[in-house]
């Protein structure tokens, strides 16, 4: 398995901040978004946040191609518009797809002798 680390600033707003994670809860997120990102290989995700940073893990297949699935992803039904709809929280250029609004982070220590 694959595990890709990229992080990303929200505004500094509470309120937009509170918006946000409401829209990112399971009984509010739009049903299409957590279905594309299945459908293009990943298998788990997880957002994390401090403050107005956020974190997200991406778990994927040995064989999953970031570029290509991204790039099919922003294809998909609703994607293009959660994309515009959150943007309005993210600190991000207007109109960024997924991928470009995400920094993917570099991995620059693992514990010695952990499993992968």
């Known amino acids: 398995m694959k595990r890709y680390c990229q992080t990303l600033d929200l505004k500094e707003d509470e309120q937009l901040i509170k918006e946000y994670c409401y829209w990112h809860s399971p009984e509010h997120i739009w049903p299409e978004i957590p279905e594309g990102i299945r459908a293009v290989g990943i298998l788990n995700m997880e957002i994390y946040r401090l403050g107005t ?18 790039a099919r992803l922003a294809t998909m039904d609703k994607q293009a518009e ?31 002798g952990a499993s992968k």
């Open 53 to 70: 940073r956020l974190f997200m893990i991406v778990e994927t297949p040995d064989d999953f191609g970031w570029d290509a699935s991204f």
């Open 82 to 112: 959660w994309e515009d709809f959150v943007a309005k929280y993210q600190k991000a250029v207007p109109g960024s797809s997924s991928s470009e609004k995400w920094q993917l982070m570099e991995c620059m220590f693992k514990l010695p």
